[in-house]
């Protein structure tokens, strides 16, 4: 017998989707049957990318998000509950990085980096996971109690690499947050877990990949490749579900074995 895993019926928020691995993640929880909520800065490629899923015969809906102002989350999170409903699934996705040493890492590119990736994701993953909370203390309405919080981290956080040593410190300081909100939350069936990948091909650094410095970072790869983003599918979907109850405070490598 075929096992497969279906969400129907669960609200999947997704941040970053505009491009990348985030729009990967919201054409395959909708494949597994999510309705999703696209959201990012970048309106315009969000509403390309919902009219991708319902051509597909999914369910999308766009919101405008900015992870790094308060106000535009707190708006995003209530506009989507009232738009779609009750939100059972976040992916909190939106990353930014910069290549440069250590010595040459100015405040300004520090708070880019983490206005982005830590106290951003913190605030989405409070402003949703708030709200999970209240459903399921019974002082909030909803037909799903608990819920699924999958926090994008990095290989990075892991293994520090030269030049990007800053996005380390912040990809470290989410699976910290991670772990800390696993523990919190836990004992309300909210599930809160890590995906760390390793080099993922996408349309940012598929150039990249074709340069001279590209090539050789792919033969210091343990099986001389890069990832697609669809090798994060199953990971992905298994986190999201109801199969995942018993993985909880998880920090998974998806990295080909780069940080072995």
């Given at each position: 017998m075929a096992y497969s895993i279906d969400l129907s019926g669960r609200v999947a928020f997704?941040?970053?989707a505009s491009s990348g691995l985030g729009a990967q993640f919201a054409k395959t929880l909708s494949s597994a049957g999510a309705a999703v909520v696209l959201?990012?800065?970048?309106?315009?490629?969000?509403?390309?990318?919902?009219a991708f899923i319902d051509g597909e015969?999914?369910?999308a809906h766009v919101i405008e998000l900015d992870v790094t102002d308060h106000a535009s989350i707190k708006s995003a999170v209530a506009h989507a509950e009232t738009e779609v409903g009750s939100i059972d699934i976040l992916v909190n996705n939106?990353?930014?990085s910069t290549t440069q040493r250590l010595q040459d890492v100015s405040p300004?590119?520090?708070?880019?980096?983490f206005d982005t990736n830590v106290k951003g994701a913190f605030f989405v993953a409070q402003e949703v996971g708030k709200r999970m909370l209240a459903r399921a203390q019974g002082s909030a309405p909803g037909s799903y109690t608990g819920g699924r919080i999958v926090n994008i981290a990095s290989m990075a956080g892991l293994k520090v690499l030269p030049q990007i040593g800053a996005?380390?410190?912040s990809k470290a300081a989410v699976i910290q947050m991670?772990?800390?909100?696993?523990?919190?939350w836990?004992?309300?069936?909210i599930n809160v877990n890590a995906l760390c990948p390793g080099y993922i091909d996408t349309e940012i650094n598929h150039r990249h990949w074709q340069t001279e410095a590209g090539q050789k970072l792919i033969n210091m790869l343990p099986r001389k490749r890069v990832g697609q983003p669809t090798d994060l599918d199953a990971m992905l979907v298994t986190l999201c579900s109801d199969q995942s109850h018993f993985i909880n405070g998880a920090v998974i490598s998806a990295d080909d074995g780069f940080g072995v």
């Amino acid at each position: 017998m075929a096992y497969s895993i279906d969400l129907s019926g669960r609200v999947a928020f997704i941040t970053g989707a505009s491009s990348g691995l985030g729009a990967q993640f919201a054409k395959t929880l909708s494949s597994a049957g999510a309705a999703v909520v696209l959201a990012s800065r970048r309106v315009e490629k969000l509403k390309e990318l919902r009219a991708f899923i319902d051509g597909e015969g999914g369910d999308a809906h766009v919101i405008e998000l900015d992870v790094t102002d308060h106000a535009s989350i707190k708006s995003a999170v209530a506009h989507a509950e009232t738009e779609v409903g009750s939100i059972d699934i976040l992916v909190n996705n939106s990353g930014v990085s910069t290549t440069q040493r250590l010595q040459d890492v100015s405040p300004d590119d520090f708070d880019f980096i983490f206005d982005t990736n830590v106290k951003g994701a913190f605030f989405v993953a409070q402003e949703v996971g708030k709200r999970m909370l209240a459903r399921a203390q019974g002082s909030a309405p909803g037909s799903y109690t608990g819920g699924r919080i999958v926090n994008i981290a990095s290989m990075a956080g892991l293994k520090v690499l030269p030049q990007i040593g800053a996005y380390a410190m912040s990809k470290a300081a989410v699976i910290q947050m991670t772990k800390a909100m696993a523990l919190e939350w836990g004992k309300y069936g909210i599930n809160v877990n890590a995906l760390c990948p390793g080099y993922i091909d996408t349309e940012i650094n598929h150039r990249h990949w074709q340069t001279e410095a590209g090539q050789k970072l792919i033969n210091m790869l343990p099986r001389k490749r890069v990832g697609q983003p669809t090798d994060l599918d199953a990971m992905l979907v298994t986190l999201c579900s109801d199969q995942s109850h018993f993985i909880n405070g998880a920090v998974i490598s998806a990295d080909d074995g780069f940080g072995v």
